[in-house]
């Protein structure tokens, strides 16, 4: 709805003789006026300045759209009969599917310290005798937190952007 509003707000602004046909009744002259107090229109200032912040710019998007981080995990279930990583679920919450491109720098870094993080423990799983290295449970544990970490960690008891991805697999502390 919002954006079928600011794409009309925009139509208006080049033509206000041409609305957009699907405004009907007396909803659009209630909205021209709306459009034009000056509460609003410092709102609309004040949000486009919050956007250009480099906080917004670091922030995570979700590109989803419609569907929900729970619905994408469904998806992945069904599609490979697992459910989906903390990077996977990354991915799939923070890349444009048609370009994949990341919605922005933030969730990028995460990924990108997470797999550094997998990289070396695989080498050092590696380096260590068949009986000694990690079961699959304490592997998956031990990127989950290093996931978690590279979010931001714990923000006042929850654990900050990981949301349903803590859905994804049991994480528990492993020293």
Request: glycine share 6%; aromatic share 8%; hydrophobic share 35%.
């Amino acid at each position: 709805m919002s954006t079928l509003l600011s794409e009309a707000r925009k139509k208006v602004a080049k033509d206000p003789s041409k609305p957009p046909l699907w405004l009907a009744g007396n909803s659009y002259p209630l909205l021209r006026l709306r459009w034009e107090e000056e509460d609003y229109k410092a709102k609309c200032q004040k949000n486009k300045n919050n956007r250009n912040t480099d906080e917004a710019n670091r922030a995570c998007v979700h590109s989803g759209g419609s569907k929900s981080a729970a619905t994408l995990r469904l998806e992945f279930i069904q599609r490979f009969g697992r459910p989906p990583t903390f990077l996977e679920m990354n991915e799939m919450m923070h890349k444009y599917a048609d370009s994949g491109e990341w919605t922005g720098t933030r969730a990028e870094d995460v990924s990108r310290l997470t797999q550094i993080f997998v990289e070396e423990y695989n080498a050092n799983q590696q380096r260590l005798p068949p009986h000694r290295r990690d079961n699959d449970e304490i592997r998956r544990n031990k990127i989950s937190l290093a996931f978690v970490k590279n979010v931001g960690g714990m923000n006042r008891g929850r654990k900050f952007a990981a949301g349903l991805h803590l859905l994804c697999m049991k994480v528990t502390q492993v020293d």
